[in-house]
């Protein structure tokens, strides 16, 4: 199976687009589970990183962009370009993931580069 390349721009070096599929994501909602929550409340008490919620943060937007890769490729793309994250809060108990970007077919591009050049 070929990789999905994810990038934040709205290209990739070195390689040419050769079709735009669209719109694609990856959602996921989470709950931290009641213990967790009570040990992250006591941490607020003290400042500092709440290390539970920082984790459960970075598992979430893993799993996001999983999953939007899932869909681009389900969608034909071997690159999804432009990519970002939005994120909210459902209620006091849950947090939603959104990865996104723009599914494209992308191939290497064999046209040597040439500089920039300003004149």
Same mark, same amino acid.
């Not at 390689?15 to 990856?26: E, R, S």
């Not at 941490?43 to 990183?49: A, Q, V």
């Not at 970007?101 to 046209?111: L, S």
């Given at each position: 199976?070929?990789?999905?390349?994810?990038?934040?721009?709205?290209?990739?070096?070195?390689?040419?687009?050769?079709?735009?599929?669209?719109?694609?994501?990856?959602?996921?909602?989470? *709950?931290?589970?009641? !213990?967790?929550?009570?040990?992250?409340? =006591?941490?607020?008490? #003290?400042?500092?990183? +709440?290390?539970?919620? $920082?984790?459960?943060?970075?598992?979430?937007?893993?799993?996001?962009?999983?999953?939007?890769?899932?869909?681009?490729?389900?969608?034909?793309?071997?690159?999804?370009?432009?990519?970002?994250?939005? *994120?909210?809060?459902? !209620?006091?108990?849950?947090?939603?993931? =959104?990865?996104?970007? #723009?599914?494209?077919? +992308?191939?290497?591009? $064999?046209?040597?580069?040439?500089?920039?050049?300003?004149?």
């Amino acid at each position: 199976m070929v990789e999905c390349i994810i990038v934040s721009t709205p290209f990739v070096p070195g390689h040419k687009i050769t079709k735009n599929i669209g719109f694609t994501w990856g959602l996921i909602v989470r *709950s931290r589970g009641l !213990g967790g929550n009570i040990v992250a409340g =006591l941490r607020t008490i #003290t400042g500092g990183e +709440i290390h539970e919620y $920082t984790q459960l943060l970075n598992e979430s937007r893993s799993q996001a962009l999983d999953r939007m890769k899932d869909h681009a490729t389900e969608m034909g793309a071997n690159a999804v370009i432009s990519v970002g994250f939005d *994120s909210s809060e459902i !209620g006091q108990s849950m947090t939603e993931v =959104l990865a996104y970007g #723009t599914a494209v077919v +992308i191939e290497p591009e $064999t046209a040597p580069s040439n500089p920039v050049r300003l004149t």
